[in-house]
């Protein structure tokens, strides 16, 4: 299956919503992205991790080591009070763009 | 908090560098394991598993790569490698550095010196309040022309009456005042009268005490005086029971009410003593002592100022027909206070010096570019391993910005040594040289100087390598015929460009330095040897002297006790001394010629001296007789007159017997026949051209200061303790001031142009060495480069003589270019010099022809050495050299 190309707001917005119930670790994620979307999103490492750090030093991320399910030492992420509020605007802004959006196609 | 977040990050990037590249190892290795697992768990065998989770991961390091670059700090981060990149290089190859910092420090630590220089007196805010509003009022007028003249009481007070455009117009006479009391030996000072406005209008308040009130230059006001921090410290220990007491200036005493602080230096920059002058209504015109000193009303320009002026001038003329063509000027109190002649050439010197800049700039230049050839191959790798050519000019640039900034540092330690070297030059000549020195202003514009010139030098070579052809760099083994010979005519102009400036800059200061030579060799007038001469200003102080019988026998115990002394081979008295510290100048008149209409007396130097002056000096006596101890008080008045004053007043008639009087307002009818003719001496410095002068006897005209004049038989300086104690002998109070030999007054004399004449001549030769180095490094380059070539020919057939002939055309082709353009250059530039020169024509074509051929000679001497090298090539060597 074809990877849809992240537009950079999107690959936020999509992390940003993968943890908001729990933390997680990088491969995780990236799991948790493919499920959530169906399996239209695809985010490789060469994608997902630049973007991870760049989060973490915007402070809507933080990271700390911890034991994976299968016992490996990982780094996992949370969203932090900051985080939090950047998905509440990011999934605002999103719906009002997604609704402009649809509508403009659904107009004759 | 995001702002703190991004902070630590940065700082984490910046100082934790290893923690965190390890913490992104691991992150990045735990995941591809965890990937590994997977797939092994869904079937995969371990190798088959390995392999696919490295695939979907996709390269390691560039993933890090990826991460890093969205790092914040990243900018810095690469600025700082480039440094460390650029250290290394410039470690590497310490002779290249070496050489551009030497050229850079040179150019950078010449232009930072002068640059303080040129702040310092031109720009620096004068410790005055708001000092844009302050003038300074002269008064010029026909026959006594002299553009920033003086004015007389009555001219002041009618100035004072019809005054909109300043407040307060003040007025001071700066003269030298013996200062004497109870505090120590008498010593004469620099000092200056000045009226109650004058410390408000400048508005400095005393260090301790006070200034003078508002009424203290009344008739009947008390004589008061105040004293500079320089004299309170040196006579009265600094201490304030100095205020009150009572002070002897000139003889009168004066009661102390202030002291003011160092950075109050006017009307003069050594003025240490200033005393009320009282405004006494004046009978008459004269005498012409004072200058006006006033600040404009708040919104009154200078121009409007002048304008008034001109009109309150007009009005002088009317009142009094002395006067002719009479013009009050005005010019702001720096301009006052500089001079006319120290601008231009301070304006000269820091064009000539940016030249010097320039050059060094172009060695440098041509440097980085012989080193871009060396470098090619460095930079192809680089960009074929993905550097991307933006990156590549990033990093070429702060290795050239590094090398300004080292050539900087080095050229402050030059500027500094610099402005105390032209400290030392200058003994209290320059006026303002206290507002020189290295500071926040001149730092700042050396770090500006370096960082620009190394932007300069370095984007071109930049630019160039960055822009190198990948595939031919490579295959052809770094060696790309077309690139290098676009390179070398670039070299080659900026060689030429090089020359020219250095010979413009070498033919400024040839002209400087013959004219210099020419002052040098002007004859004051004397003929005994200046260091034989020692010459001592007597102030006798006690006012009895005054008197003219108590003063002729005081001062022939002076003589008496004078000659007495060993080694004084004559002595003798005058009141104008040559080169420039002539007495009175007046007006005079010669019997039986009337002036035509609207013509006016004319203004010249009248001396006082006794009968043994002219033999004591030297001077010639061409006609007639001197003067003789029978041309006393009660005996004929007499003159004597020079033969400048023959040639021009008498047209050249038989002088001795004619009568010639002066003429000013104020004087009689007191004829003096003319007993005898002398040469010219030069009472109104070097420069002037023609002076004629009259002489009077000391005992028909005293006055109570005199010049003692000794002549010597050996180094008169040696005289100058036994002639102190034998003066003093006669009477303690008097001051003895301005001991100096007539050497030492012809050197001060000549200060500044000997200023403006050494600068320039370092400049020059500064850049003519630039110049020297910069054409060796081309040539020699070359040379090597074609070491290869001149093997060929040698190995079929070419001799020595042959090869030396054709690298040495190389560099006297560049020269012959350089030397036409600087000709041309220098015959546009030199016209700026014409004021500061004497003697000589801006054209001057001793100067316009050794100066290219000195260029010249450099020029074949840093060709010859790489040509004789080239000689020893040994063809078999050069052919196996690739």
């Excluded at chain 2, 030497?102 to 309040?129: C, D, Q």
Aim: include cysteine; glycine fraction near 8%.
């Amino acid at each position: 299956m074809p990877a849809t190309n992240l537009l950079q707001g999107t690959l936020d917005l999509l992390i940003l919503k993968a943890l908001a119930l729990t933390e997680m670790h990088g491969l995780a994620i990236s799991h948790r992205i493919a499920q959530m979307t169906g399996g239209t999103f695809q985010v490789k490492p060469g994608s997902l991790f630049p973007a991870l750090h760049r989060m973490e030093e915007a402070g809507w991320l933080s990271a700390a080591w911890g034991e994976s399910e299968n016992n490996r030492r990982a780094r996992f992420y949370r969203l932090t009070a900051a985080g939090r509020r950047q998905l509440k605007s990011e999934t605002e802004q999103w719906e009002t763009i997604a609704l402009a959006i649809a509508s403009a196609l659904q107009a004759s | 908090m995001p702002v703190l977040s991004r902070l630590a990050s940065f700082g984490r990037n910046l100082f934790a560098r290893p923690r965190v590249e390890r913490d992104l190892d691991d992150e990045l290795h735990a995941c591809l394991d965890e990937l590994t697992d997977e797939k092994r768990r869904g079937g995969m065998s371990a190798p088959d598993a390995l392999r696919a989770a490295g695939i979907d991961f996709g390269g390691m390091e560039q993933v890090k790569e990826e991460v890093r670059q969205v790092r914040s700090g990243r900018m810095l981060e690469e600025f700082l490698q480039d440094l460390r990149h650029g250290a290394r290089t410039l470690l590497k190859n310490p002779a290249f550095a070496v050489v551009a910092v030497l050229a850079l420090a040179l150019g950078i630590g010449a232009n930072t010196a002068m640059f303080s220089v040129a702040y310092g007196i031109l720009l620096r805010p004068l410790p005055y309040a708001d000092a844009d509003r302050l003038a300074v009022v002269y008064m010029r007028y026909f026959p006594r022309d002299f553009a920033f003249g003086t004015m007389c009481m009555r001219d002041y007070l009618m100035w004072k009456d019809n005054n909109h455009a300043f407040q307060n117009p003040s007025l001071f006479q700066s003269l030298r005042m013996d200062i004497g009391g109870h505090e120590g030996v008498p010593e004469q000072v620099q000092g200056a009268k000045v009226t109650a406005g004058f410390f408000s209008t400048l508005g400095v308040p005393a260090l301790i005490g006070r200034t003078l009130a508002a009424d203290e230059d009344r008739p009947t006001a008390a004589s008061l005086a105040l004293l500079s921090e320089s004299i309170w410290r040196r006579r009265f220990g600094a201490s304030s029971a100095v205020l009150g007491q009572t002070i002897l200036v000139n003889g009168s005493p004066a009661t102390v009410i202030g002291v003011m602080p160092t950075a109050l230096r006017f009307p003069r920059r050594d003025t240490e003593v200033w005393t009320n002058l009282t405004l006494v209504p004046p009978t008459r015109y004269g005498p012409w002592f004072y200058r006006g000193v006033a600040r404009l009303n708040p919104g009154v320009a200078m121009q409007q100022a002048q304008s008034e002026l001109n009109h309150i001038g007009l009005r002088m003329m009317q009142q009094n027909p002395f006067y002719k063509r009479l013009t009050l000027a005005v010019l702001g109190l720096r301009d006052a206070v500089l001079g006319v002649t120290l601008k231009p050439a301070i304006l000269v010197l820091a064009g000539a010096v940016g030249l010097v800049l320039l050059i060094a700039v172009v060695n440098v230049a041509n440097l980085m570019l012989a080193r871009a050839t060396v470098r090619e191959r460095e930079m192809a790798l680089r960009l074929s391993l993905g550097a991307s050519r933006g990156r590549l000019v990033r990093q070429l640039l702060t290795e050239s910005v590094l090398l300004g900034l080292m050539g900087g540092a080095a050229g402050l330690a030059l500027a500094w040594g610099g402005i105390e070297l032209i400290r030392v030059w200058n003994p209290g000549d320059l006026p303002l040289i206290d507002s020189v020195r290295l500071d926040g202003a001149a730092l700042a514009f050396m770090v500006f100087l370096s960082m620009l010139t190394g932007i300069l030098f370095g984007l071109a070579p930049a630019r160039e390598s960055a822009r190198a052809e990948l595939n031919a760099t490579i295959k052809e083994g770094g060696r790309s015929a077309a690139a290098s010979r676009a390179r070398r005519r670039v070299r080659s102009a900026l060689v030429v460009a090089e020359i020219a400036v250095s010979l413009m800059l070498l033919v400024g200061a040839g002209l400087l330095l013959r004219s210099f030579v020419k002052l040098q060799g002007v004859s004051g007038g004397f003929t005994v040897a200046p260091e034989r001469i020692l010459t001592i200003l007597i102030s006798p102080g006690n006012r009895k002297y005054n008197d003219t019988t108590a003063g002729l026998a005081f001062y022939q115990e002076v003589l008496r006790h004078a000659r007495s002394v060993p080694g004084v081979e004559a002595a003798a008295l005058t009141d104008s001394l040559p080169p420039d510290r002539q007495g009175d100048a007046d007006t005079f008149a010669i019997e039986g010629q009337t002036l035509s209409p609207g013509d006016i007396d004319p203004i010249i130097s009248d001396v006082t001296a006794d009968p043994e002056f002219f033999h004591a000096l030297g001077i010639p006596l061409l006609k007639g007789r001197s003067f003789s101890s029978h041309d006393t008080q009660d005996a004929a008045p007499v003159a004597i007159v020079s033969e400048g004053f023959v040639r021009r007043f008498l047209n050249n008639q038989q002088p001795i017997g004619k009568r010639i009087r002066q003429s000013g307002p104020g004087f009689g009818n007191n004829w003096l026949e003319i007993v005898g003719v002398v040469g010219n001496v030069k009472y109104l410095g070097l420069t002037v051209d023609t002076d004629p002068a009259y002489y009077m006897p000391f005992a028909q005209n005293y006055g109570a200061r005199m010049f003692l004049v000794v002549r010597s038989s050996g180094d008169a300086t040696r005289l100058a303790p036994a002639l102190r104690r034998e003066i003093q002998s006669i009477d303690p109070g008097i001051t003895l001031a301005q001991v100096s030999t007539m050497q030492q007054a012809l050197q001060v004399s000549v200060s500044q142009p000997r200023f403006d004449t050494m600068l320039l001549a370092l400049f020059a030769g500064i850049a003519l060495l630039l110049a020297a180095v910069g054409i060796y490094g081309l040539i020699a380059y070359s040379v090597a480069q074609r070491t290869h070539e001149i093997g060929v020919r040698m190995a079929l057939g070419a001799d020595r003589a042959a090869v030396v002939r054709m690298v040495v055309r190389q560099g006297a082709t560049l020269a012959a270019i350089g030397i036409v353009l600087g000709l041309a250059g220098a015959f546009g530039l030199t016209r700026l010099l014409r004021t500061m020169l004497f003697g000589i024509d801006v054209t001057d074509p001793w100067t316009f022809l050794s100066a290219p051929a000195a260029i010249l000679i450099v020029v074949l001497l840093a060709t010859f050495l790489p040509a004789l090298r080239s000689t020893r090539i040994s063809p078999v060597v050069a052919l196996r050299y690739e």
